[in-house]
């Protein structure tokens, strides 16, 4: 290993800076760190644009659906290894890949000592990535709904998010196909849709347990969970990863899906876009390499 390049938040706080001068202790001891600032887009995008070797990701879903997006977009993906040392709010694909969270030093030395893996990425119609999951309807508004408090109060600001979400609600009208097969046809209203390559959401929210970004395919879910009774059953077997026996949701196994309907929020990897009206996601398979936990996770069973 000729040289490792850490990308970072310029703007991490105090305690971030502390775990990324461990991360730095931790990998300059297999080779030279040069540590780089991700706030400059234009120079961020100078930089993805020629790299190759090394490159570890200090922060969380949303840096990570950035890099991965910028060096997919310029055709680097394949020549750069990844590591990940997580500082996000969330941390879900850290999480459901077995990553220690709150261990800077020891999330470094996944890089050094893991395992080298093939993660397949999701990839929409305008070439845009994501590494995680995407989901739209009550997450996606919880999502919304949580960005006032999401800075100040970290993953407590995601549930207030659901909350009111899930509180106010009417459903919505979205037509879902995966592959050939259609799952909502657009005229009975649905609580949530998602796509998934990792199992978890929100900061923790088991909402595709089953999903294994390493298969070659997109796990889905649909909730039909509209009625009060139903939405409060849904919220509670969501959170122990148990929803999915529920009758009113559907889940399958796909390569493509395809959502349309009126004004969509979407949830993509942490990161909102919206409104549209339609979009469609194919899986590539084993699109990146990266060095993950010799440990593979533990998810919740449904």
């Known amino acids: 290993m000729d040289s490792i390049t850490l990308i970072t938040n310029a703007s991490a ?5 502390a775990a990324l001068a461990e991360a730095v202790k931790v990998l300059e001891a297999a080779a030279p760190v040069a540590v780089v600032s991700a706030d ?21 879903d949303g840096s990570l659906h950035a890099i991965i997006g910028t060096l997919h977009r310029n055709g680097r993906l394949g020549h750069v290894l990844i590591g990940l040392v997580p500082l996000g709010t969330g941390n879900d694909f850290a999480r459901g890949v077995g990553f220690p969270l709150d261990d800077p030093a020891a999330a470094s030395r996944v890089f050094l000592e893991g ?53 106010r609600t009417p459903g919505y009208r979205v037509r879902v196909v995966a592959d050939a097969e259609v799952l909502a046809d657009g005229r009975r209203r649905l609580l949530q849709v998602a796509v998934g390559n990792g199992a978890f959401v929100g900061g923790g929210t088991p909402l595709i347990p089953d999903a294994d970004p390493h298969d070659g395919s997109l796990d889905v879910l649909v909730s039909f969970a509209v009625a009060p009774l139903e939405r409060l ?19 399958t196994r796909a390569r493509e899906v395809s959502v ?3 004004g969509l929020w979407l949830n993509a990897d942490g990161e909102l876009e919206g409104p549209v009206t339609e979009r469609r996601w194919t899986v590539e398979p084993r699109a990146f390499a990266m060095m993950l936990p010799t440990s593979p996770a533990r998810h919740p069973q449904t």
Do not use: C, F, M
Not at 233 to 251: D, F, I, K, M, Q
């Open 40 to 60: 400059d887009r234009a120079g961020t995008e100078r930089l993805l644009a020629d790299l190759s070797g090394s490159l570890v990701i200090a922060g969380g």
């Open 115 to 167: 395992v080298r893996r093939e993660v397949d990425v999701i990839r929409d119609e305008s070439g845009g990535v994501v590494v995680n999951a995407v989901h739209l309807g009550v997450g996606a508004d919880a999502g919304r709904e949580a960005q006032p408090w999401k800075a100040k109060l970290g993953k407590v600001g995601y549930l207030l998010g659901a909350v009111v979400a899930g509180v």
């Open 13 to 17: 706080g105090s305690s971030d800076q």
């Open 233 to 251: 059953r849904y919220a509670v077997r969501l959170r122990r990863g148990s929803h999915g026996r529920s009758e009113t949701v559907v889940t």
């Open 260 to 262: 349309a309907g009126v």
